[in-house]
């Protein structure tokens, strides 16, 4: 299992969720998760900083409240609808 730090993410990269905790003016809320079980596949569009944090956005319309840099995520490889993560190459 392998984990990815929030100020590492990269778009294009899928991690494990949990389901949708709460709403932010409108925008669901999800949170990272460790365990396979219960657990939703996203994919990371964007992170940006914010008050309090950092907010991760995914490509499904959802996003995370603020957290902080050292919140570990896991990496959803070879969960199945997982896609690979998209590298870029400068």
């Known amino acids: 299992m392998t ?4 100020s590492h993410l990269p778009a294009g990269e899928p991690v494990l969720t949990t389901d ?7 925008l669901p ?4 998760t460790r365990t396979r079980q219960g657990s ?4 990371v569009r964007s992170r940006c900083k914010a008050h309090g944090g950092v ?5 499904d319309g959802t996003k995370t409240p603020p957290l902080h840099g050292r919140t570990a995520w896991t990496v959803a490889e070879g969960e199945p609808g997982a896609h690979p993560p998209a590298r870029v190459v400068a």
């Open 3 to 6: 984990t990815v730090p929030t």
């Open 20 to 26: 949708v905790v709460g709403t932010d003016f409108g």
């Open 29 to 32: 809320l999800v949170r990272p």
């Open 40 to 43: 939703q596949v996203r994919v």
């Open 55 to 59: 907010v991760v956005w995914f490509t």
